[in-house]
Structure formats: C-alpha cells, structure tokens
C-alpha cells in the first residue's frame, strides 16, 4: 500500500499542473502585444544558408511531402515553413523542416509536431527519448523519435521555440508560454527538425548534431537566438 508520503509528492504535481492550466486559460484570453510586432520580422529563407561549413543544398532529395488536409492546417496555423535537404562532402544527407507561427498560445503548433506530422503519413513513430547537444553556445534540449514506414528509417531530432526560448513539448512549454502570458504578451515560435534516413540512430544522431553546430555558427547571432533560445547553458 502506498504511504502518504508517495502520494504527496504526485498530488502536488497535479495541484501544480492544474493551476498552470488554469492560469495560462485565464491570461490567453486577455488582450495583449504580439512579440513579433516589435521585433524585426523573421525570414526563414533568408536567415538559414544554403550552404554552410562542408554542408550545401541538394534540390535532388525533399522532406517528406505531407497530406493535402495537413497542409491546409499548416498554412492557416504558420506564417512560414522552410523544408530543405542538404548533402555533405561525404554523400551524407540531412533533412530540415522549421515551421514559423507568429502566435504560439494554446496547442495548434502540434499539427508540425513529428509524433503527429509522421503518423498521419503512415509512419509509425517509436522511441520517443530526450537529450541534449552541447553547442558553443550553451546546450540544446532536444527530443530524438524514430519514424518507420516499411523500409524507410528515419531518426528525427527536434524542439520547439517560445519568444526566445527554446523547449520541448508539454508542461515546459506551457510554463513558457504563461511566463509571456503574465507579461501581456503573446510569443511567436518555431518547430525545428532535423531528420536523416538511415537505420543505425546512433549513427544519424551524431550526423544531425554535426550539422546543427555547423549551421549554428553560420548564422546571425539575432536569428540563433530565436532558433534555439537565448539561455546558456
């Protein structure tokens, strides 16, 4: 039989959850400032290179293509999606997908979300684990999941961005978002992916890490920021 004491502890997680809940729907229906209106307006072409360190742009090979219904939800929720592939000098390629919404409250930026996007491909989506990636500019918390459609392997690395800080999905980012919200502010964000195909994870996360800390040092330092946060780690 539990004690008390084991109990206590999960209740007052649930207390906590609950009142988060409750003040983020209280302070999302308040009128407030759009962070992106005064901030310089973001161009997702424009700031991510095509080609950087010993990675260029391979117009040979897209991201996966999603369904006509997905599409039209991305459209209406996002301000901008970029979807590039690049190759290495080894022949070693790397998928990128971000998708940029002015207005990050409630949960809408769950249709970009891989454990979503993938499945209502046809993919099975399985080994959902954090982790994180030391950069020269503090290290990035990020979600690692394997996406499988017949023969097709593909790790996926990816995160999210609230206003300038960069988080994973759940209880985290809805703390973000209600730090902005008691503010009076209404934060932009993107969903970042990194993907490869490939069936040894181990080997396509360590080719996902390498290009991330490559494209983080070719970019402006205003733009890193709003990619992956501003905290150090």
Not at 21 to 28: D, K, S, V
Request: charged share 20%; glycine share 8%.
């Amino acid at each position: 039989m539990s004690s008390w004491n084991d109990v206590f502890p999960v209740r007052n997680a649930i207390v906590g959850i609950v009142m988060v809940t409750t003040a983020w729907a209280a302070f999302a229906a308040r009128p407030v400032h759009r962070l992106a209106d005064g901030t310089p307006r973001i161009s997702l072409e424009r700031s991510i290179p095509m080609q950087f360190g010993d990675w260029r742009f391979d117009a040979s090979m897209a991201p996966i293509a999603v369904s006509p219904v997905v599409q039209a939800r991305i459209d209406k929720l996002y301000d901008q999606v970029l979807a590039r592939t690049y190759v290495n000098g080894h022949g070693k390629r790397v998928m990128l997908s971000i998708a940029y919404g002015g207005d990050q409250r409630g949960e809408t930026t769950q249709v970009h979300r891989p454990e979503y996007c993938y499945a209502s491909q046809g993919f099975e989506v399985a080994r959902s684990t954090q982790d994180s990636i030391d950069t020269r500019f503090g290290a990035l918390q990020v979600q690692r999941l394997v996406a499988v459609q017949g023969a097709r392997h593909e790790p996926i690395t990816y995160w999210v961005t609230v206003g300038d800080r960069a988080t994973l999905p759940g209880i985290r980012r809805k703390l973000a978002q209600l730090a902005y919200g008691l503010k009076g502010v209404i934060a932009d964000g993107m969903v970042v992916r990194i993907s490869s195909i490939d069936r040894n994870e181990r080997d396509a996360y360590r080719l996902q890490d390498d290009f991330l800390v490559s494209l983080l040092a070719s970019l402006e330092p205003d733009f890193r920021v709003r990619m992956v946060g501003s905290a150090r780690a």
